[in-house]
């Protein structure tokens, strides 16, 4: 068998794995896939004329096999056997074989030794190798990176920046302790204002997500601002959470505010089954040392650890921390409406600056939130506007009911006609029937009414008999 020789061919592999972290049986994969396609672009030179010959599944019986020891690549060709040759790139006639091999048949297929001479092979065809390998390692770092961190999507790593792009920041991450580093990308969005991307800065990234497809640069799109990062580490330094004792109902972060002014902020609401564990507190932990870990990992954010409560006015109350307040009017509990009723004083802490305590608190309980004045509260206007709501509500349920009806009614009146129309043929049998028993009605009143009328006239001509007698 003939072999167009590559010196050099081991050494390349390996340091190809070596650089692109890849192992070497995906080089090899790579490697071959590229010689294959040197191949057809070798055998379209020598068929330039020829530009309709070769269709997009012309090669698929071909493929290339590597030989490390010997350091070359030899090409293969998959041929049916058959009578007469149409094309002899895809078959060979059966007389052809059957003098190396009797026991051959009509339909049955052979591997055939098809590679070029070395020095046919030819320069195109080398640069198209070379093009083509380039492109198929990086498909197969990409698929190595998808399978490596499917898994990983919604939890958080380890990050270290690498450098800057426009205004993302490329950051190399690991799936584990031993594993090879992969770059990620920063966008812009999921950065915190106060963070420092120095080169070689170390960070916790939340990895968001997996990109799928032929992506240029990072796969790996990771997060600064996503509240699973809040979540993981609370996680990471309260074990009351780890071991399930404390349980983190919902979070709401603003991590990058609207306004430069204002500074990012999270809240988050805990809850326990048990009665004698304080879910606030073990979060916040001693003298603050477990919350002051979580401040410090996303550079002094402030966080609100407030405890849950089945009971929204309640919920709604503390969700408002640091403000205090004096009473919480549920206005519409259908579309979670409620008024906040606070101190003058406590008005600029329970709406926060720029409305950022409020906002969070609304997205934290799901409750649109009015913060009132306590002393200005008009609570005659609050109950009429509560029954124009209850009202309307009423209304809108009892038209709802109406058209509803209306429905049926038609759907029903459908239903009827068509039933006439279905027994059409029996109703007119019917009328046949019912005509004709009239009309025996009718003859039969006339004979009777003729009976009746002889019978008169008899008993008339008796009666006269009998006067003159």
């Known amino acids: ?244 004792v404390v349980r983190i109902i919902a979070v709401a972060r603003e991590a990058n505010p609207p306004s430069r002014h204002v500074g990012p902020r999270t809240k988050i609401a805990v809850d326990t089954l048990e009665r004698d564990v304080d879910p606030v507190g073990a979060c916040i932990g001693a003298r603050g040392s477990r919350i002051q870990a979580v401040v410090n990992e996303l550079r002094g954010e402030k966080i609100d650890v407030i405890r849950w409560s089945p009971d929204p006015s309640t919920y709604i109350s503390n969700a408002l921390s640091p403000a205090r307040v004096d009473e919480v009017r549920l206005i519409d509990t259908e579309d979670r409406q409620a008024h906040v009723l606070v101190a003058e004083d406590q008005l600029s802490l329970a709406i926060g600056k720029e409305g950022q305590n409020v906002r969070l608190a609304a997205r934290l309980t799901g409750w649109k939130i009015d913060i009132k004045d306590t002393a200005k509260y008009d609570y005659d206007a609050a109950e009429l506007e509560q029954q124009r709501l209850e009202a309307a509500r009423l209304a809108q349920a009892e038209e709802f009911e109406s058209e509803e009806f209306e429905s049926e009614e038609f759907e029903s009146e459908d239903l009827n006609a068509a039933g006439l129309e279905d027994n059409e043929i029996e109703s007119g049998a019917l009328a046949a029937e019912a005509l004709a028993d009239v009309e025996d009605t009718e003859q039969a009143s006339l004979v009777e009414s003729d009976a009746v009328a002889a019978l008169t006239d008899a008993e008339d001509a008796d009666e006269g008999d009998e006067s003159e007698d």
């Open 1 to 244: 068998m003939s072999m167009v020789r590559l010196p050099g061919l081991v050494e390349m592999i390996n340091t190809i794995s070596r650089e692109r972290n890849l192992p070497k049986h995906a080089v090899e994969a790579a490697l071959q896939e590229a010689l294959l396609k040197g191949y057809e672009r070798y055998r379209r030179t020598l068929e330039m004329d020829s530009h309709d010959l070769f269709d997009e599944f012309y090669f698929e019986n071909f493929d290339v096999e590597l030989d490390t020891e010997d350091e070359g690549f030899r090409v293969l060709s998959t041929k049916a056997i058959v009578e007469e040759v149409d094309n002899s790139d895809h078959q060979i006639a059966l007389e052809e074989v059957l003098e190396v091999a009797p026991e051959a048949q009509l339909g049955d297929t052979v591997v055939l030794d098809v590679t070029p001479d070395q020095g046919d092979f030819g320069r195109m065809a080398a640069i198209q190798t070379k093009q083509v390998l380039a492109q198929k390692l990086r498909d197969q770092q990409r698929k190595l990176v998808q399978e490596e961190f499917q898994d990983l999507e919604k939890t958080v790593l380890q990050a270290r920046v690498l450098r800057f792009e426009r205004r993302s920041v490329i950051l190399a991450v690991a799936s584990g302790f031993g594993q090879p580093e992969v770059e990620a990308e920063l966008p812009k969005r999921e950065q915190l204002p106060n963070d420092n991307y120095r080169a070689n800065a170390t960070f916790r990234v939340f990895l968001k997500r997996v990109v799928d497809g032929p992506h240029r640069g990072p796969q790996l799109i990771v997060s600064r601002t996503d509240a699973g990062l809040v979540v993981y580490l609370f996680a990471n330094e309260v074990p009351e959470i780890e071991d399930e």
